[in-house]
């Protein structure tokens, strides 16, 4: 198995998924040789609690990974010890694992501790002083990382804002990006070489790309690829955050979107597409090897990320507590030997889904994946009964921020204990501009989904339900105060 991941990813930047601009031909070709999931989502729209649940197959209310140690505000930073995941299950089922490239799984337990080979790649973004990569650069004879050209704007103490994109003084040979790739085809050849030697086995290799996170840090040659004047501007861009929750105004000026000028935005867009086009002529060189060694027919091949960018979509960079689709829809291709090449899948999958799909292409059963359903059915073309929506969940990251998301084909509500709930109809309002949530006319469609979450919760145990009990109108059939103390009282009476 060779699992392909990229961070921070959104989906209109592929060809496979309709951009008319961005080359992407490795990953356009994986697509048209497996299965494109149309309707990939994440769990939560934020890398560690994202990543933990691929690792776990379970919900971040489930493994309590619920936040980016960078910015931890008081929640766990690991793993709880005896969590099931999938990673030593492989490893004792006999798999070589191979991990390069982000980790950012934990603080006290690294990859390895997992069984994933490789250098321990941590946090957030490249380690360009990671000894490994020097050694690398040294050894090639190629430059260290300078930069210049910072895109950033303005905070609002009057601070320079986070960097947002950067030109990078290094030939694309030296580039992280490279180098991880590089590094996957050595680990790709020694686990086909033991195992041509008979005493190898089986293989999960990951090559999780810490882009096309920002900031965009790119040699000329990708930071100029593509012309600022193809791009077309989001047309959330005009957001006015006119009855959306306060917290989504903050995070624009955190990001200082309105302190930068308008061909700012265009070029970041360009240099982002830059980017995924670079990490796509990486993949495209791990797929070569993969074929070179003879191991296509047997090789199942996954990509995903795990989550997506704003881009200057409602007036935003990075991600956050805003639930829009720019950042919890994601790119989602399998190919699997054997079966039908070039679907297009509509149901609604999730980033967690790929964790059931790797156990039972291991011939194990998934049920330990308790927030996960093999992709495979899919893959293969049968049509199983599935769910019609996807629940997604946040728990915060400068600081605590918990909401609920039910997303169906044509509606999303999300709750926000704290301020206004949203809902949005995807089929008038794609772009997600006009909170219809008080909107009578969408009443009987808001009931049904309040009620519809309000179970979903319920039955999966995500104590959230305990907020919507008394504040909306849901049904229930349980002491919603949960004082048992008074019913004693009452029947003693």
């Not at 040789?33 to 309707?39: C, E, L, M, P, V």
């Not at 999303?412 to 089929?427: A, F, M, R, T």
């Not at 999966?460 to 048992?484: A, E, I």
């Amino acid at each position: 198995m060779l699992f392909l991941m990229t961070d921070q990813h959104r989906v209109d930047t592929l060809g496979a998924y309709g951009n008319p601009h961005v080359r992407t031909p490795n990953l356009d070709r994986l697509a048209a040789q497996g299965t494109r999931f149309d309707s990939c989502y994440t769990p939560t729209a934020i890398c560690t609690p994202a990543r933990a649940s691929l690792l776990t197959g379970a919900a971040p209310f489930r493994h309590k990974l619920l936040a980016n140690y960078e910015r931890n505000v008081g929640y766990l930073e690991d793993l709880a010890d005896g969590q099931f995941t999938f990673a030593e299950h492989l490893r004792g089922e006999g798999y070589n694992l191979g991990l390069l490239g982000k980790w950012h799984g934990g603080v006290r337990r690294t990859a390895a501790d997992y069984g994933f080979q490789g250098p321990d790649l941590a946090g957030w973004h490249n380690p360009v002083d990671h000894p490994d990569y020097l050694a690398y650069l040294k050894q090639n004879g190629l430059p260290e990382y300078a930069i210049s050209d910072r895109m950033r704007g303005t905070t609002p103490n009057g601070s320079p804002g986070n960097l947002l994109a950067a030109r990078l003084h290094q030939p694309v040979e030296a580039t992280f990006e490279y180098y991880l790739a590089t590094r996957t085809i050595e680990m790709l050849h020694r686990f086909a070489a033991d195992e041509q030697a008979g005493k190898g086995a089986p293989f999960f290799l990951a090559t999780h790309f810490f882009g096309p996170h920002l900031p965009y840090i790119l040699p000329d040659a990708y930071f100029d690829l593509y012309d600022p004047s193809l791009v077309e501007l989001p047309a959330s861009i005009g957001e006015t955050f006119a009855g959306k929750p306060p917290v989504q105004s903050n995070y624009s000026k955190l990001w200082a979107f309105d302190t930068m000028p308008i061909e700012d935005s265009r070029k970041l867009i360009a240099v982002y597409w830059g980017y995924v086009t670079l990490i796509d002529e990486q993949i495209g060189r791990i797929l070569d090897a993969v074929r070179e060694l003879g191991l296509d027919e047997r090789t199942a091949v996954c990509f995903t990320a795990d989550h997506g960018e704003f881009t200057g979509a409602h007036r935003l960079h990075d991600k956050g507590p805003a639930m829009y689709e720019d950042i919890y829809r994601i790119p989602g291709l399998l190919r699997v030997p054997g079966a039908v090449p070039g679907q297009v899948r509509e149901e609604f999958v999730s980033l967690t889904d790929y964790t059931a799909t790797i156990l039972e292409l291991a011939g194990s059963d998934p049920a330990p994946a308790v927030d996960s359903r093999s992709l495979l059915p899919l893959a293969r073309g049968e049509r199983p009964a599935w769910d019609d929506h996807h629940l997604a969940e946040y728990h915060g990251h400068h600081f605590p921020y918990p909401q609920r998301m039910l997303r169906t084909r044509r509606y999303k509500l999300v709750v926000n204990p704290e301020s206004h709930n949203e809902l949005y109809d995807l089929q008038t309002d794609p772009h997600e501009l006009l909170n219809r949530y008080d909107h009578p006319e969408l009443r009987d469609v808001r009931t049904e989904l309040m009620h519809r979450l309000y179970r979903l919760l319920r039955d999966r145990g995500d104590n959230f339900f305990h907020w919507m009990t008394p504040m909306y109108d849901v049904p229930t059939d349980h002491d919603t105060t949960l004082s048992s103390f008074e019913k004693e009282k009452t029947e003693k009476a």
